[in-house]
């Protein structure tokens, strides 16, 4: 059984509202969809690239984040990484919808977003149809 590795930035007890600027985060290892260990980092500081690094660095494959500059986001693809972003949300309640396979989920998006990823009242989305950057439909 393959183990997943999820990073989450986290604010208090809630996603952090902007991944650019997060110190902290939640380094999950999912199994069969369940959580099996759970550990908090420390983000460098320093920019949104940097923080991306590390990440990969810890060999997660996915970040569960808020909002995010389209330069980072950019960047995460380019490492491979999937970036489910504008998730707003107590942890638990976040952390409970991924492994159930339900994000992006409207209630649990920043205000504005739908959970397609296409910004209410925008003729185009900025993301692919199942809500997360640097990935296929289907493919995970």
Do not use: N
């Amino acid at each position: 059984m393959v183990d997943k590795l999820v990073v989450m930035t986290v604010w208090s007890d809630r996603v952090s509202p902007l991944f650019d600027v997060s110190q902290r985060a939640l380094l999950l290892t999912i199994r069969s969809g369940r959580v099996v260990e759970q550990e908090e980092v420390a983000l460098p500081f320093g920019t949104g690239e940097e923080k991306l690094a590390f990440i990969r660095r810890l060999r997660a494959d996915t970040v569960l984040c808020g909002a995010v500059s389209q330069v980072v986001a950019a960047h995460a693809v380019k490492l491979g990484l999937r970036l489910i972003p504008f998730v707003a949300g107590q942890v638990e309640d976040v952390l409970s919808a991924y492994t159930a396979g339900q994000l992006p989920k409207e209630e649990l998006s920043m205000p504005g977003w739908h959970a397609e990823g296409v910004r209410k009242g925008s003729a185009q989305g900025t993301q692919p149809s199942d809500g997360a950057l640097g990935s296929k439909k289907g493919s995970r």
